[in-house]
Nanobody, 122 residues
Framework: QVQLVESGGGLVQAGGSLRLSCAASGSIFRVNGMNWFRQAPGKQRELVALITSGGNTNYRDSVKGRFTISRDNAKNTMYLQMNSLKPEDTAAYYC????????????????WGQGTQVTVSS
C-alpha cells in the first residue's frame, strides 16, 4: 500500500513564505513524476508545479520566480518552497505522484495526498 502525506500549510501574511512537504511511503519500487496542484474555493484544481524523476521542473506562470519545487529521491519526498505569497495563492494544496509499487495491479498508478490548506492574508 502506498500513501502520500502533505505537511507545512498554514496562515501567513502577504509577502511571507511557507514550505510544503509531501512524503511518499509504503510498498514503493520507484517514484516517477511528482506534482503540486491547488484548488481554491469555487475553482477547478490547477497544476502549480511539476518535477520529473530526473529533476526537471516546470511552473504555472503565476508562480514562476516565487515558488520552487524540489525532491529528495532518497526520502521519497517532494517540497514546494513558496515565497512572496499573495492572497490569490490561498487554496488547498495537493501533492500528486506517479508511483510504481512493489506489488499490486497495476503496479504503476497515480496517487494523491489529502491536501494541506494555505491561507494568505492581505
Amino acid at each position: 500500500q502506498v500513501q502520500l502525506v502533505e505537511s507545512g500549510g498554514g496562515l501567513v501574511q502577504a509577502g511571507g513564505s511557507l514550505r510544503l512537504s509531501c512524503a511518499a511511503s509504503g510498498s514503493i519500487f520507484r517514484v516517477n513524476g511528482m506534482n503540486w496542484f491547488r484548488q481554491a474555493p469555487g475553482k477547478q484544481r490547477e497544476l502549480v508545479a511539476l518535477i520529473t524523476s530526473g529533476g526537471n521542473t516546470n511552473y504555472r506562470d503565476s508562480v514562476k520566480g516565487r515558488f520552487t519545487i524540489s525532491r529528495d529521491n532518497a526520502k521519497n519526498t517532494m517540497y514546494l518552497q513558496m515565497n512572496s505569497l499573495k492572497p490569490e495563492d490561498t487554496a488547498a494544496y495537493y501533492c500528486n505522484a506517479q508511483i510504481t509499487a512493489t506489488t499490486g495491479f497495476p503496479r504503476t498508478r497515480d496517487y494523491w495526498g489529502q491536501g494541506t490548506q494555505v491561507t494568505v492574508s492581505s
